[in-house]
């Protein structure tokens, strides 16, 4: 026996529920999006104001020339654009094959991937970063008399800090896993990568021409979140010794206040125009 749940009563005249007006719901978009857009866009302006006008001189961009003019600007930024990139392939290049090895080979393995690529989350960085000074000293000492003791130091080199691409690879890993986790949900792996091999194809082009065309958007998602964690990361580099943009914009901001407010817009514009890049890079080829 088949129940037939009640069907509402539609008979003209009747009045609507008030939560289904679409007049109301306009309305509330429309206070939500303002109420959001003033809490991003008038602190911004005010910022932005503070950096340009001031008592004794009016409306002056003399602080936006000092950013250009200061000495270690371009060398940070190049630093971090190219230890953000590097990360990026490293994450990407770890994280993807192994979860579509686990996913094909070994499913009852993926609660223990997903363990070990959220762990870091539960790490406090500065424990984090003690952890990595105690084993460069440590590797130095130890490895004195070996050929890794040149790998250590090639690693630490200020001009390419190599030992921050992996401290790196590390704390964006869970967000990393999460993108790519959603992106390969929402498709059937094992499906495609049957067809594919029962065609004849090799298992590159499985990789480059089935699986990774359709997760482009969770590629584009896990790049996103790996570029705004590294061009934000201050900790890290600055307790290793090393001068990425961040750590640039804390050094030469000094007790200047305006220079300060300035470089903080300037950095957040920039990561903003990049992660739109990014973004509209994703969405090109869809």
Do not use: C
């Amino acid at each position: 026996m088949v129940a037939v749940a009640a069907l509402p009563d539609v008979t003209p005249g009747t009045p609507r529920p008030a939560g289904a007006r679409p007049g109301q719901r306009r309305a509330w978009r429309g206070i939500v999006l303002v109420v959001a857009a003033l809490y991003f866009v008038v602190p911004m302006a005010v910022s932005f104001w503070f950096t340009v006008h001031s008592e004794g001189q009016g409306f002056s961009l003399a602080a936006y020339g000092r950013i250009l003019s200061a000495p270690g600007f371009l060398p940070s930024l190049l630093l971090s654009l190219g230890l953000a990139a590097a990360t990026i392939v490293a994450v990407l290049l770890l994280t993807l094959p192994a979860m579509l090895a686990v996913r094909l080979g070994s499913p009852r393995l993926g609660p223990v991937l997903e363990l070990i690529a959220t762990l870091p989350l539960v790490v406090p960085p500065i424990t984090y970063v003690v952890g990595i000074s105690t084993a460069l000293r440590g590797g130095i000492d130890a490895l004195a008399a070996t050929p890794l003791w040149a790998t250590l130091i090639t690693i630490q080199d200020e001009r390419f800090p190599i030992v921050l691409v992996l401290a790196y690879v590390v704390l964006t890993l869970p967000f990393a896993y999460r993108s790519l986790d959603a992106g390969l949900r929402a498709i059937d792996v094992r499906t495609l990568v049957e067809a594919a091999r029962n065609l004849g194809a090799s298992w590159p082009y499985v990789l480059f021409r089935v699986i990774i065309p359709n997760i482009r958007s969770a590629i584009a998602s896990a790049s996103f979140l790996t570029l705004a964690l590294v061009l934000g990361e201050y900790t890290v580099a600055a307790l290793l010794g090393y001068q990425t943009f961040p750590v640039w914009i804390v050094t030469i901001s000094g007790n200047d206040g305006q220079l300060s407010v300035a470089l903080s817009i300037i950095s957040l514009l920039l990561i903003w125009l990049l992660l739109l890049t990014l973004s509209g890079a994703g969405r090109k080829r869809r």
